[in-house]
């Protein structure tokens, strides 16, 4: 996903208020509870690869700049000129906005995990780190109990720990479409924030709420 222009993550990401790009992901997984995100990177030409890659080194949960550059260069990962992710769309567009990307996964044997990617905002200042990679706030999973991840106004998914929150009421034994809803009409009642989330138990299906007008998201087994 980082890879199609139409959305807000890598290729076609939101400009910040200096027309630039600077990209956010993070990732969990479930089992062990190991996490690694990667915040405000200009170069990393699939920055989810390198959330992925701190996690798995484990020195570190997140890595923000020219830190994080370095890091994905001593670990062999692809860079890139940072002008390969601004597109003629997002120049004329710079307001727009668009939504953050992300997964939960759960495999045959159960284990959880979540991955998301994003330019942020648009028109946010240089440097702004929004939720994706910060675990408990946009993105969170362990396998006792669900994984889950957001989209929509940063600020307020770290400001509630929302993921976090969210798996600890699945931890309660709640419904988890009553879990999506329930985070989304947190977000507009004490934020006044709009955003999104998707979410999967230990079982059944996944679920998705939202308070904005569309979030696309889809399925597969």
């Given amino acids: 996903m980082e890879d199609e222009p139409l959305l807000n993550a890598g290729v076609g990401a939101c400009l910040n208020a200096d027309g630039e790009v600077e990209l956010d992901a993070g990732v969990m997984e479930g089992a062990t509870l190991r996490a690694g995100g990667v915040a405000c990177v ?25 830190g994080a550059s370095r890091f994905a260069r001593d670990h062999g990962l692809e860079m890139t000129d940072p ?9 004329q567009q710079r307001l727009a906005g668009a939504d953050t990307v992300g997964a939960v996964a759960r495999d045959a044997d159960g284990r959880l995990a979540v ?13 702004r780190i929004g939720d994706s990679p910060i675990p408990g706030a946009g993105m969170y999973a362990d396998d006792l109990f669900g994984a889950v991840c957001g989209t929509g106004q940063g600020e307020a998914f770290i400001r509630l720990g929302l993921a976090r929150l969210m798996v ?32 999967i138990g230990r079982n059944g299906p996944p679920h998705a709420a939202f308070n904005t007008q569309a979030m696309p998201f889809a399925t597969a087994q």
């Fill in 42 to 66: 200009r170069d990393v030409r699939h920055p989810v690869d390198l959330a992925a890659e701190v996690m798995r080194d484990g020195r570190h949960v997140l890595l923000s700049g020219s």
């Fill in 83 to 91: 002008s390969i992710f601004i597109n003629n769309r997002k120049r």
């Fill in 115 to 127: 991955a998301v990617s994003t330019g942020g905002i648009s028109g946010k200042l240089p440097g």
């Fill in 168 to 199: 600890v009421e699945l931890q309660h034994g709640m419904d988890p479409a009553a879990v999506a809803k329930g985070a989304v009409a947190l977000l507009g009642k004490a934020m006044q924030a709009q955003g999104g989330v998707i979410l």
